[in-house]
């Protein structure tokens, strides 16, 4: 079975940190590359952050400096390390896992950042 599970979110508070995990199994993890997505209240679901197989790291402009993304091949896991925390991170985050024409989607976790 081809799977990705999320977590580590949860509630926080503005300026707060949070690590995020996606758990990949049941495929060759170490040759797809990773992707970070969000989607908040109201909104489209919005690209966050990438990884390719050999670990170049790109990321959307409103997550520069605060957001970091990550792998640890030997462990199949993908990690999003989340700085300063601000209301408007509030959102539903997913990973992603690409090659060529296959994708695999995460279920999502939820993630709030609120006083």
């Known amino acids: 079975q081809v799977q990705l599970v999320e977590s580590g979110g949860g509630l926080v508070q503005p300026g707060g940190s949070l690590r995020l995990s996606c758990v990949a199994s049941?495929?060759?993890?170490?040759?797809?590359?990773m992707s970070w997505y969000r989607q908040g209240p109201g909104k489209e679901r919005e690209w966050v952050a990438g990884i390719t197989s050999v670990g170049d790291t790109t990321y959307a402009d409103s997550m520069k400096g605060r957001f970091t993304i990550s792998r640890d091949n030997a462990k199949n896991t993908l990690y999003l390390q989340m700085n300063s925390l601000k209301p408007e991170d509030t959102a539903v985050y997913y990973c992603?896992?690409?090659?060529?024409?296959?994708?695999?989607w995460g279920q999502g976790t939820q993630v709030t950042v609120s006083s």
């Open positions: 992603k896992a690409t090659k060529w024409a296959s994708a695999v």
């Open positions: 049941g495929f060759p993890f170490s040759i797809y590359a």
